[in-house]
């Protein structure tokens, strides 16, 4: 799959199957991700890549945050396909993937190389949905865990020298989600040409 495909075809999956993931996979999918741009080439980000019981404990506090978030739930089309129970149910388990990678970047009080290092880890977890929808995987982008960010650093003994940038659940995904609208598909809005 070239990379205009892979580009189009990345979708946010909520529901895997149970079949493991290989650890030749999981380490092509890093590579890429770990090829990505950097500022001054610092390359400062490293992955966590969770499996087993680990991945139901940030289960129990990703669901805890999602029951809560969704009281007032608006099913709007822009939210996807998921139900309220759907959507509780997939943090409960991150939709029953095998694996989990937790995106970290190095901690600093710099503001400059803060954003430096959100931008530039930003840009390998690009990478790393690219590499995992080229490869036939589902993975979905989130930062809602990160809302009891205290649980997840316990959980995983993160020091706290790194900043929890992402994290994606990763597997082969259970059906193929629906295309979602894009809200400018043909740029109008989003591209002004400057000369």
């Excluded at 999956?13 to 770990?34: C, F, K, M, Q, W």
């Excluded at 930003?122 to 865990?145: I, V």
């Excluded at 649980?151 to 597997?171: F, H, K, N, S, Y």
Aim: charged share 25%; net charge negative.
């Amino acid at each position: 799959m070239d990379v205009f495909e892979a580009i189009h075809r990345r979708r946010a999956v909520r529901r895997y199957s149970p079949d493991p993931v290989g650890r030749e996979d999981v380490h092509t999918i890093l590579d890429a991700a770990n090829w990505a741009p950097s500022a001054m080439n610092r390359q400062q980000w490293e992955f966590l890549v969770v499996t087993g019981t680990k991945i139901r404990e940030m289960g129990e506090s990703y669901q805890a945050i999602i029951e809560e978030y969704t009281k007032n739930w608006d099913p709007s089309p822009l939210r996807g396909s998921l139900s309220r129970e759907e959507f509780i149910r997939f943090a409960g388990s991150y939709g029953g993937a095998p694996v989990v990678i937790v995106l970290l970047t190095e901690m600093t009080d710099s503001r400059d190389l803060y954003k430096a290092n959100l931008e530039s880890a930003s840009a390998a977890m690009e990478n790393l949905l690219l590499a995992a929808t080229a490869l036939g995987l589902g993975t979905c982008w989130m930062t809602g865990p990160l809302r009891d960010e205290k649980a997840v650093r316990e959980i995983l003994a993160i020091p706290d020298d790194r900043e929890i940038v992402a994290v994606t659940p990763l597997g082969y995904p259970e059906g193929t989600p629906n295309d979602q609208p894009r809200l400018d598909p043909g740029l109008e809005r989003k591209v002004r040409w400057v000369e």
